[in-house]
T-cell receptor, first 111, second 114 residues
Framework: EDQVTQSPEALRLQEGESSSLNCSYT??????LFWYRQDPGKGPEFLFT???AGEEKEKERLKATLTKKESFLHITAPKPEDSATYLC????????????FGQGTELSVKP | ETGVTQTPRHLVMGMTNKKSLKCEQH?????MYWYKQSAKKPLELMFV???????ENNSVPSRFSPECPNSSHLFLHLHTLQPEDSALYLC?????????????FGDGTRLSIL
């Protein structure tokens, strides 16, 4: 069964304190792994897509990496405005575009 | 307007009411999705439409009835809902269901069942 597990469930950082969020997955043929950011009262906002092991994507203070079993979202020198819930989702081949989501990591960055 | 727009943003209804949620996308996409997001649970896919045709119903109770009149609009008709149906309902769109391009989400309708 295709599955996505994110850890930790919640993460509290001081401003400038770098860290990583983990997304472990099991899927029968990965088509793509997606990272989203969700602010309270809002829908998920697309951040990155990773398609194959070894791929990396960067955007401002965020960097996403992918292996055959997991993805990391590295946050370098975070700011309070990076506080949000980060969602990971996988798409498998032959599943018609269906995304399987993890439970998310709630990130809080204190000034 | 750009992106994916959902209305209403908030909805409170009794268990015997009938209401509808609306989603509109201005991205030129051909696939549209309904998801349910409950507290502390992963997003659950409910329905998928591709070029106006329903391609997936993820074992959703019949009290939820989707409608997709064209590739830009998606509705979710609600009737005789239960308290456990209270959740955030999210609409998303993508280029098409066979694509590995990302889905783009609206801000959802927060539904409360009394």
């Amino acid at each position: 069964e295709d599955q996505v597990t994110q850890s930790p469930e919640a993460l509290r950082l001081q401003e400038g304190e770098s860290s990583s969020l983990n997304c472990s997955y099991t899927v029968s043929g990965l088509r793509g792994l997606f990272w989203y950011r969700q602010d309270p009262g809002k829908g998920p906002e697309f951040l990155f897509t990773l398609y194959s092991a070894g791929e990396e994507k960067e955007k401002e203070r965020l960097k996403a990496t992918l292996t055959k079993k997991e993805s990391f979202l590295h946050i370098t020198a975070p700011k309070p405005e990076d506080s949000a819930t980060y969602l990971c989702a996988v798409q498998a081949h032959n599943q018609g575009g269906k995304l399987i989501f993890g439970q998310g990591t709630e990130l809080s960055v204190k000034p | 307007e750009t992106g994916v727009t959902q209305t209403p943003r908030h909805l409170v209804m009794g268990m015997t009411n009938k209401k509808s949620l609306k989603c509109e996308q201005h991205l030129g996409h051909n696939a549209m999705y309904w998801y349910k997001q409950s507290a502390k649970k992963p997003l659950e896919l409910m329905f998928v439409y591709n070029f106006k045709e329903q391609t997936e119903n993820n074992s959703v109770p019949s009290r939820f009835s989707p409608e997709c009149p064209n590739s830009s609009h998606l509705f979710l008709h609600l009737h005789t809902l239960q308290p456990e149906d209270s959740a955030l309902y999210l609409c998303a769109s993508s280029l098409d269901r066979g694509s590995n391009q990302p889905q783009h989400f609206g801000d959802g309708t927060r539904l409360s069942i009394l």
